[in-house]
């Protein structure tokens, strides 16, 4: 993907080359501007579908496996050119172009693997499974964008199959995309919450939300660990807690940020992290008494030494 990304990037430099000078001439010669626009429009389209949305990329989790009877043997990937031959010889049947679409998956092509597994639907429509792998597929194609193709095939997979984690969680990533944020949060922890204690995705969407929450100062502690067993509980907490320190160390004028932090330092039994988490706080407003006296009471009714 890199080496696709440089070239082009070089492609819309060179053309920025070419055209600028040429731009020069355009007030003289209309058509030689419009054609000279075609052009560069052309070249930075051909950026966008390899950036996708970089916005967006660093809340991305890997989305949840299939079932375990859907992957792929790696060895499957060294059969390829054999599939594509079988596949020509016997294009009728579902369950080759499935194995097909789960090889391009595991090679990286995903474009080749949506068109796969939409063989596969086309030949057997009522299978959810291969409307999932086939959204999966469109969204890896796009770079992580939900597509408009993709939300519809998740779609009509929940309507087959409501319990599908692969489709909740992308058409909950739609609504991040779309700015919906509260939506998304609270499909996500449905997700979770509605999971199986022995999911093998479980402990990467617990993460990822947490990391989330944290980065969007949201405390849901309460509602994402309410499944886990203690010591997967404690360590989950204990992860989103350091990670809304950190925050707070780089962004420290977060007076609620503050609060919440101790508040966690508390519930975790670390009552000398939150006092100094108190002074950070304090420090972080030394211009501003409203700010600390904030603080100091929100301190002292959790019972924070120092306060």
């Known amino acids: 993907m890199m080496i696709w990304i ?53 809340f991305r989790p890997p989305p949840p496996p299939a079932a375990p009877g859907e992957r792929p043997d790696p060895e499957l990937v060294k059969d390829v050119p054999l599939l594509e031959a079988r596949m020509r010889l016997t294009p009728d049947d579902p369950r080759g172009w499935r194995l097909l679409g789960m090889a391009y998956s595991r090679l990286g092509r995903f474009g080749a693997a949506a068109d796969a597994y939409g063989r596969a639907t086309e ?66 922890v449905a997700l979770i919450k509605s999971a199986p204690p022995d999911a093998p995705w479980l402990a990467d969407m617990r993460e990822f939300v947490g990391r989330v929450a944290a980065e969007r100062g949201i405390d849901l502690t309460a509602e994402i660990g309410r499944q886990a067993p203690p010591a997967a509980q404690a360590a989950m907490i204990r992860g989103m807690v350091d990670q809304l320190a950190a925050r707070l160390k780089a ?52 019972g924070v030494s120092g306060a």
């Open 6 to 58: 440089v070239l082009a990037v070089m492609a819309a430099i060179a053309a920025a080359g070419v055209c600028l000078p040429l731009l020069r001439q355009a007030p003289r010669r209309p058509a030689l501007g419009a054609l000279v626009a075609l052009v560069f429009a052309a070249a930075l389209a051909g950026l966008y579908p390899l950036l996708g949305r970089p916005d967006l990329a660093a």
């Open 123 to 188: 030949l057997s429509p009522r299978e959810p499974a291969d409307l999932s792998s086939q959204g999966e597929a469109l969204v890896q194609a796009a770079n992580g964008v939900v597509t408009p193709g993709a939300r519809g095939l998740f779609a009509k997979v929940l309507a087959m199959d409501p319990s599908d984690a692969r489709a909740r969680y992308f058409l909950a990533m739609a609504k991040d995309e779309d700015g919906d944020h509260a939506g998304a949060m609270a499909d996500w």
């Open 251 to 302: 962004q420290p004028r977060d007076a609620d940020g503050w609060i919440r932090l101790m508040r966690s330092r508390m519930v975790l039994g670390e009552p000398t992290a939150a006092s100094e988490a108190l002074r950070a706080g304090l420090a972080a407003f030394d211009d501003s008494a409203q700010s600390r006296s904030k603080l100091l009471e929100a301190a002292k009714a959790m």
